[in-house]
């Protein structure tokens, strides 16, 4: 069946423009998690939805951020005046229900971001 | 959330048995153990996961400790498709919903 699917797979922009990245979630999964990735490095946790419920912010790492997810389905992370240090690969997951710690998570092929 | 330790990189020879050990001393009761890989230039990908008991599954097998304070993820026969970088993750969802994935292990795999 189909993935978890990500578009654009890269985005060149400049600096201080906006950005947004889309990612589609396996049908049916309620769960859903943005992460990014900097070159060399692990995955750093952004943002979580699972279904309704409000969404857990934690991990975003300015008001820049910010991430809706429309229908319990798609969700688009936004990034307002981005700086070069966004420069990274923006993965997206998908889980059945998050509310239990043995789901596991479905990852998307990611968006590379670059910041000139 | 506990936090795991896991050595930068590794190598082995293809066709041989590979272990990667992780040790997460602060575990908790209700913490689950997961492993996940990601190969070069895509998403990381799930491989297995366990509580208490070892656990095997078509792509590894996954070793806990009576304490669970280490696991050892066992590749039975390495392949070159192997070489990635192992995740050992542990999740409570008592203490959030989001995966912990630090650096990992970089496995590299010599024909």
């Known amino acids: 069946g189909a993935g978890v699917s990500q578009s654009p797979s890269n985005k060149v922009t400049e600096k201080g423009k906006d950005v947004e990245l889309r990612c589609d979630p396996i049908?049916?999964?309620?769960?859903l998690y943005w992460y990014r990735q900097s070159l060399g490095q692990g995955l750093e946790f952004l943002i979580y939805?699972?279904?309704?419920?409000?969404?857990?912010k934690s991990g975003l790492p300015s008001d820049r951020f910010s991430a809706e997810r429309t229908g319990g389905s798609v969700s688009t992370l936004t990034i307002q005046r981005t700086q070069q240090e966004d420069s990274a690969v923006y993965l997206c997951a998908s889980s059945t229900d998050s509310r239990q710690p043995y789901y596991e998570q479905y990852f998307g092929p990611g968006t590379r971001l670059t910041v000139t | 959330d506990a936090k795991t330790t896991q050595p930068n990189s590794m190598e082995s020879n293809e066709e041989e048995p590979v272990h990667l050990p992780c040790n997460h001393s602060t575990i908790s009761g209700t913490d689950y153990i997961h492993w996940y890989r990601q190969l070069p230039s895509q998403g990381p990908e799930y491989v297995i996961h366990g509580l208490t008991s070892n656990v095997n599954n078509r792509m590894a097998s996954l070793a806990i400790a009576e304490d669970r304070k280490s696991s050892t993820l066992i590749l039975h026969r390495a392949t070159l498709r192997d070489a990635a970088v192992y995740y050992c993750i542990l999740r409570d969802v008592n203490t959030g919903n989001q995966f912990y994935f630090g650096t990992g292990t970089s496995l590299t795999v010599i024909p």
């Open positions: 049908s049916g999964h309620t769960a």
């Open positions: 939805f699972q279904g309704n419920s409000a969404p857990d």
